[in-house]
């Protein structure tokens, strides 16, 4: 069954039903939703902040129909729970009274989208990054990744130069928005780097991580870190967490991602060897974003989102970002 329509048309009745369907919450007035619904920013998924009546604030992930199967759902929300049995700092979806047999923290809407109900952090983002911020990053990280080397999430993706590079280039060498003469050269951008960053990954030692670990996935209360939106967790070489909290590539950006990775190791041990498949890792992740935006253009929301996607501006520029990391792979 399809259930794209009605994901990208979810009803603020059928949301606040279905989590109190799923919380069994119909026959306790002082516990149902009290109708306020507000959407927050999430692209892939649909995400709610939502109250009760006794002032539980809660947020709702409707995961997007077909994007992972049930198990592995099931194995985001098992990462979460040993890195909160471990005692870090992240927000694990609650248990849920008519959660599926097989996953608790699961449900499943009538009509047929998976669901998670988590706990509302009153933690913040932060734009920028102070310097004694950092090294707890650090040791956050460390802590996470220990967690993550003693898990099997067997059905969870392996980032590498095959799901991450020539699956999405194969998308996209068919799809008709690169069938321009800049998207065609954007295409054989794609198929000379190739080979380089396949190269470059070959032997990465691989374990769980939180795979989207930019700033946007950081909150903040004090002076403690929150890891948020476990939703991308892979298999991936550890230095996928450290480059994308600190991606610029001049002095500073270096001298703070080198000060994350002294702290990291106060607790884990780290292979500074790795930081060679930062570009690698960097122009593979820019291949796989051209082709989620191409998969996911049947959903309204992305042709309002990104509106110049597929035109000759959108391809000089992912030419030129992927000849850049060229250049600073063969540096």
């Not at 802590?143 to 998308?171: C, F, I, M, W």
């Not at 991936?236 to 994308?244: I, Y």
């Not at 498949?277 to 191409?294: D, K, N, P």
Request: charged content about 25%.
């Amino acid at each position: 069954m399809d259930l794209s329509e009605s994901f990208y048309n979810l009803d603020p009745s059928h949301v606040l039903n279905s989590v109190e369907e799923a919380m069994d919450l119909s026959h306790l007035p002082s516990r149902r939703c009290t109708g306020r619904l507000m959407p927050l920013n999430s692209i892939e998924n649909r995400v709610y902040a939502l109250d009760l009546e006794d002032r539980t604030e809660l947020v709702v992930k409707f995961y997007r129909p077909g994007r992972w199967t049930q198990q592995q759902i099931g194995e985001e929300h098992a990462f979460l729970a040993a890195l909160h049995d471990a005692d870090l700092s992240v927000i694990q979806p609650l248990e849920l009274t008519r959660g599926l047999p097989e996953c608790r923290t699961l449900a499943i809407s009538s009509t047929g989208i998976p669901f998670a109900v988590f706990p509302r952090s009153r933690a913040r983002l932060k734009s920028e990054l102070l310097p004694d911020e950092i090294p707890i990053l650090g040791r956050l990280l460390a802590r996470v990744h220990n967690v993550g080397r003693q898990l099997k999430l067997p059905s969870r993706l392996k980032l590498d130069a095959t799901t991450y590079g020539s699956q999405p280039l194969e998308l996209l060498r068919e799809s008709p928005f690169t069938q321009s003469p800049m998207g065609q050269r954007y295409i054989q951008t794609v198929d000379e780097l190739l080979p380089q960053l396949k190269l470059r990954m070959r032997g990465l030692r691989s374990q769980p991580v939180h795979g989207d670990c930019h700033v946007g996935n950081i909150l903040w209360e004090g002076e403690v870190p929150f890891l948020t939106d476990f939703d991308d967790c892979v298999h991936a070489p550890v230095v996928q967490d450290f480059w994308l909290i600190c991606q610029g590539r001049d002095d500073a950006s270096l001298k703070r991602r080198d000060a994350m990775i002294d702290a990291y190791e106060d607790i884990s041990s780290f292979d500074w060897e790795t930081l060679d498949a930062i570009e690698a890792l960097r122009a593979l992740r820019m291949i796989h974003y051209s082709g989620w935006v191409a998969r996911r253009w049947e959903d309204p929301s992305f042709p309002r989102i990104f509106p110049t996607f597929g035109s000759d501006s959108w391809w000089r520029e992912e030419i030129e970002a992927l000849s850049d990391c060229y250049e600073h792979l063969n540096a």
